[in-house]
T-cell receptor, first 111, second 117 residues
């Protein structure tokens, strides 16, 4: 079993839809949780960063962390074609520098 | 925000030659940098961890004599692919960790696409 599981998709939604992207993990030591967006042939771009459990909102993006369930989510409201990309979840314990990534979910928002 | 650059953005070389890729943190000092490799439609694969002033730590299965990493300063790490072969063709991405941050956030470069003919 991988430490971090992420549905690879692909996921296609119509413009304006609410998108839910999820990751589950097995390592209870993880405390730092990140979502990265990667456009084709580009490096990953940090979207959201959360420490421990809770919600964090930034514009159309909301990140949720439920440590009791070992489950994190990224919600995208009013999705746009420009949101079409691969979304990677990542997490770490803090003591170990290395991030553990999910496999990425490919999202396409159709105009 | 934290900016990481990579140079070159793409390179084509002949089989048997060596290629050097630079990774720079532009507005912060990075005590740790990471090198990843990514094949089409696949996730990032960590190759090695580069710490300033010390030898790089390579992941299992990554040939350290083939992928030479040098982290000569707090803002620069280089990856040299020696005696490149077509199977080394891939997308190489570096990331940098601001050492003073307690957040564990990595900031990624834009990537370098290597094609070996």
């Amino acid at each position: 079993q991988k430490e971090v599981e992420q549905d690879p998709g692909p996921l296609s939604v119509p413009e304006g839809a609410i998108v839910s992207l999820n990751c589950t993990y097995s390592n209870s030591a993880f405390q730092y949780f990140m979502w990265y967006r990667q456009y084709s042939r580009k490096g990953p771009e940090l979207l959201m960063y959360t420490y421990s459990s809770g919600n964090k909102e930034d514009g159309r993006f909301t990140a949720q962390v439920d440590k009791s369930s070992k489950y994190i989510s990224l919600f995208i409201r009013d999705s746009q074609p420009s949101d079409s990309a691969t979304y990677l979840c990542a997490m770490s314990s803090g003591s170990a520098r290395q991030l553990t990534f999910g496999s990425g979910t490919q999202l396409t928002v159709l105009p | 925000g934290a900016v990481v650059s990579q140079h070159p953005s793409w390179v084509i070389c002949k089989s048997g030659t060596s290629v050097k890729i630079e990774c720079r943190s532009l507005d912060f000092q990075a005590t740790t940098m990471f090198w990843y490799r990514q094949f089409p439609k696949q996730s990032l694969m960590l190759m090695a961890t580069s710490n300033e002033g010390s030898k790089a730590t390579y992941e299992q299965g990554v040939e350290k004599d083939k992928f030479l990493i040098n982290h000569a300063s707090l803002t620069l790490s280089t990856l040299t692919v020696t005696s490149a072969h077509p199977e080394d063709s891939s997308f190489y991405i570096c990331s940098a960790f601001p050492g003073t941050s307690g957040s564990s956030v990595e900031f990624f470069g834009p990537g370098t696409r290597l094609t070996v003919l």
